[in-house]
Antibody, heavy 117, light 112 residues
């Protein structure tokens, strides 16, 4: 059974940093692209970026809205996906989801990030 | 960025009624590899989005066959043939042809 479990969310002050984790199980992690998507309260989801699979060199691609502030990485020995978020702003407040594939065939339950003083 | 326009924004239906949701793209979603990366998701209240349809018309694993997707280029449709209570929630289309990948604003399906 495919499972994705995010962690690391919480309250952070503007300008602060946070690292989210997504523990993956039930599939061969290195075979798949992995995505981060966020959803502000009451709004549509926003794609943040993707890290490709082993066959594609684990390269990354980002939404320009977060490029330079957010970094996606993966630990393929522990099957964990990461999202490093720096210089956080109030508008980064959202539920953050990890998803398998660019097209999101499986999603985690999400983790809340609140940026506020 | 590609803009996906979903209509209607709110859809009221009775159980058993057939309904359709439109998703129109500001650019063609036909990729140079021949695929059209258009997806449909359902987000039930308090839950994560669940993928229903991939590549325009392919049913996701475990998704009931009352759901169907169609379309090409810039115009796409999700049809539910006989709404059931578990289908209530917000439906989103998403494109992954042109980066940054984008979602529509959503269509809320509610009971009439």
């Amino acid at each position: 059974e495919v499972k994705l479990l995010e962690s690391g969310g919480g309250l952070v002050q503007p300008g602060g940093s946070l690292r989210l984790s997504c523990a993956a199980s039930g599939f061969t992690f290195t075979d798949f692209y992995m995505s981060w998507i966020r959803q502000p309260p009451g709004k549509a989801p926003e794609w943040l970026g993707v890290i490709r699979n082993k066959a594609n060199g684990y390269t990354t691609e980002y939404n320009p809205s977060v490029k330079g502030r957010f970094t996606i990485s993966r630990d393929n020995t522990q099957n964990i996906l990461y999202l490093q978020m720096n210089t956080l702003r109030a508008e980064d407040t959202a539920i953050y989801y990890c998803a398998r594939r660019t097209g999101g065939d499986y999603w985690g339950q999400g983790v809340m990030v609140t940026v506020s003083s | 960025d590609v803009v996906l326009t979903q209509t209607p924004s709110i859809l009221s239906a009775t159980i058993g009624q057939s309904v359709s949701i439109s998703c129109r793209s500001s650019q063609s979603l036909l990729d140079s590899d021949g695929n059209t990366y258009l997806y449909w998701f359902l987000q039930r209240p308090g839950q994560s989005p669940q993928r229903l349809i991939y590549l325009v018309s392919n049913l996701g694993s475990g998704v009931p066959n009352r759901f169907s997707g169609s379309g090409s280029g810039t115009d796409f449709t999700l049809k539910i043939s006989g709404v059931e209570a578990e289908d209530l929630g917000v439906y989103y289309c998403m494109q992954a042809t042109h980066a940054p990948y984008t979602f529509g604003a959503g269509t809320k399906l509610e009971l009439k």
